[in-house]
């Protein structure tokens, strides 16, 4: 190894701490009694796991110095490992029991530095190829653009309060929260939508970069296996986030659909395309069975109806009320 | 395949960020500001593969380090995001405390050369700030020809060149709300179109007019300062944006791209490569 490529790798540590870590969100879960930290309690929780994830799998093609992760960095982030574990399973917030095999079992676990290193001790490695510098680059230059994808979502407070809201909030509270008539203070009510939007948007456009990265290794045989190996593993440390596939996720992720939809509702031809584009995209990203789709769809017109009758309800009712009641 | 670029973060300024050539030779650089809701990533990730894979064909990429700026553009005025954006370009020539530039050129100096790449509301924001930077050149050179002249040139700003892509310049198409018929951003553009700059940005506002008549005097007064026309690329399937711009922009049209593919090259689309440069 040359003494730039170390240098490179170091300097990538620096970049990724940057990029992914807001406000010291690579330390423990702060036990702060903020509701909005209490918000994003889970989410910041597996956030930490993911970026964890994140840093074995650069050092594993040599995006991030081995040495410097194990000795500068894995050290300060133990604490925080295990109380974000703790969260999570609390919480029983992992929908797989393969997704993290660092972290022991147990009322307290713990940080274990030889399973984390282990995949990268193997003799036998995933990603055979990376003698070939022009294959390297690319697959450097693969996992930059998927770290970079998720740096804009993985601590951004506006998903992170979404995905733990439609993810572990009781239905009275969601109804509450989409409606924007919770008492809660905690953060604006547009954040929320812009979660789902942000969510929404990272995992189009994740699938998009999947997609487009063996394109462009087509004509290169012995470089497609090692990124559709990079793919795979993308896939199972981003697996957590991906919580629209869930039972309970996809019918409230619906709802929220048709409730955004009657905000916006404007009748003609063009709202009518808006409608049925939304309803593809959230059929698309909750993994929603093909046959499923003629039910969803008019459950999903049947739900958009209540919540614009809703909405024009609470219109009129305004309008009766007089300003100066609206005021109040 | 093109050369190694180093990502740097430039956390000053959100999640800004930087890929730089490891071998400093680059003397230009290329700044890209994203539109309304949208994302430095998100917006831009399809150019930092592309200019890599393709640099036979547009060696011109080869010359250049890229600064993806991040801002908030939902609820900041634009005006401000125009101030923002003047204080990150002038932090990327800046020097550090151990007096080192931040990101050496070529040269040794800092760059010689800055082009804008703007998208959507992203482009307003460019040219507020162009706009900006010349009423404070005028006021400190007390309104003489020769001597705003003189000080535009040695101004990197006023220097830069404008690549537009879907400019919001002459408004959004979004007063109704639903002034979207993409696929990708449904979502996305049914939020954003509750947001605080969507009346910024609705056509004739106090905001978009006084840039338009603005920029129109500065070109016609100052032939000679290149940021004030630009380079304007629509995509014929853009309905969020009213697909027209200022007088002195130089206007074209892509086949098959809405408001946001217009901006994202791949194999089949390399216009965006081809257009910055």
């Not at chain 1, 170390?6 to 300097?11: F, G, P, Q, S, T």
């Not at chain 1, 996992?143 to 995905?163: A, D, K, Q």
């Not at chain 2, 009346?199 to 300062?225: C, D, G, W, Y």
């Not at chain 2, 946001?260 to 257009?275: A, G, H």
Request: charged fraction near 25%.
């Amino acid at each position: 190894m040359t003494k730039d490529n170390r240098k490179h790798r170091l300097d990538n540590i620096t970049f990724f701490l940057n990029m992914i870590s807001d406000s010291g969100s690579l330390s423990a879960p702060s036990s702060s009694k903020s509701s909005l930290l209490d918000s994003t309690r889970i989410l910041r929780s597996m956030g930490l796991v993911e970026a964890t994830l994140w840093l074995r799998l650069g050092i594993e093609i040599g995006f991030f110095d081995e040495e410097s992760v194990a000795d500068d960095l894995l050290p300060s982030m133990g604490d925080g490992l295990s109380a974000a574990w703790s969260v999570l399973i609390e919480a029983n917030a992992l929908s797989s029991g393969t997704w993290c095999d660092f972290m022991s079992d147990g009322p307290k676990p713990t940080f274990m530095k030889d399973k984390f290193f282990g995949p990268l001790q193997k003799k036998v490695r995933t990603f055979d190829n990376l003698s070939d510098p022009e294959h390297l680059a690319y697959l450097l230059q693969c996992f930059l653009g998927f770290l970079l994808l998720t740096s804009e979502v993985i601590f951004e407070p506006s998903t992170m309060i979404f995905l733990q809201s439609i993810g572990w909030d009781t239905d009275d509270k969601w109804a509450h929260l989409i409606r924007g008539d919770s008492m809660s203070l905690e953060f604006h009510v547009a954040e929320f939508n812009i979660g789902f939007a942000n969510h929404v948007q990272y995992l189009e456009q994740l699938r998009k970069y999947r997609a487009d990265n063996v394109l462009f290794v087509s004509d290169r045989l012995d470089s497609i296996n090692s990124i559709l190996a990079l793919d795979q593993k993308v896939g199972k440390i981003v697996s957590q986030r991906v919580i629209l596939d869930r039972p309970h996720v996809k019918g409230r992720c619906f709802k929220l659909g048709s409730w955004i939809l009657s905000i916006v509702n404007q009748p003609g031809p063009e709202w009518q395309e808006v409608r049925r584009s939304i309803f593809s995209q959230i059929a698309r990203i909750t993994e929603s069975n093909k046959n499923d789709r003629p039910r969803l769809w008019s459950d999903f017109i049947n739900n958009t109806r209540e919540d614009i009758d809703r909405a024009e309800r609470e219109l009129r009712r305004d309008f009766l009320k007089g300003p100066s009641l609206a005021m109040e | 395949m093109g050369q190694y670029r180093i990502p740097k973060a430039i956390p000053e300024f959100r999640k800004s960020y930087a890929l730089v050539r490891a071998d400093q030779s680059a003397d230009t650089m290329v700044v890209f500001v994203h539109g309304l809701g949208g994302k430095p990533t998100s917006t831009w990730l399809d150019f930092h593969r592309l200019i890599k894979i393709c640099s036979v064909n547009y060696p011109w990429w080869e010359k250049c380090d890229l600064f993806f700026y991040s801002y908030e553009s939902l609820r900041t005025p634009i005006g401000v995001n125009a101030q923002r954006l003047g204080k990150f370009v002038d932090y990327i020539l800046s020097k550090d405390a151990t007096g080192s530039l931040r990101f050496p050129a070529s040269s040794g100096k800092s760059h010689a050369r800055l082009i804008f790449v703007g998208h959507s509301e992203g482009a307003v924001v460019i040219r507020r700030l162009v706009l900006d930077r010349l009423n404070k050149i005028e006021k400190a050179n007390s309104h003489k020809r020769n001597l705003i002249l003189k000080a535009a040139k040695a101004d990197i700003i006023l220097s830069s060149q404008l690549r537009l892509f879907a400019p919001a310049c002459m408004g959004t198409n979004f007063s109704s709300f639903l002034g979207f018929a993409t696929s990708l951003s449904h979502l996305v553009s049914a939020i954003a179109s509750s947001f605080l700059v969507r009346n910024e940005l609705l056509p004739n506002s106090p905001v978009l007019r006084p840039i338009e008549s603005e920029t129109e005097n500065a070109h016609s007064k100052f032939q000679q300062i290149p940021c004030f026309p630009a380079k304007v690329l629509f995509g014929d399937h853009d309905q969020v944006v009213y697909t027209a711009s200022y007088k002195c922009d130089e206007i074209d049209y892509e086949n098959g791209q809405d408001h946001f593919s217009i901006c994202k090259p791949d194999f089949w689309y390399l216009r965006p490569l081809e257009f910055v440069s």
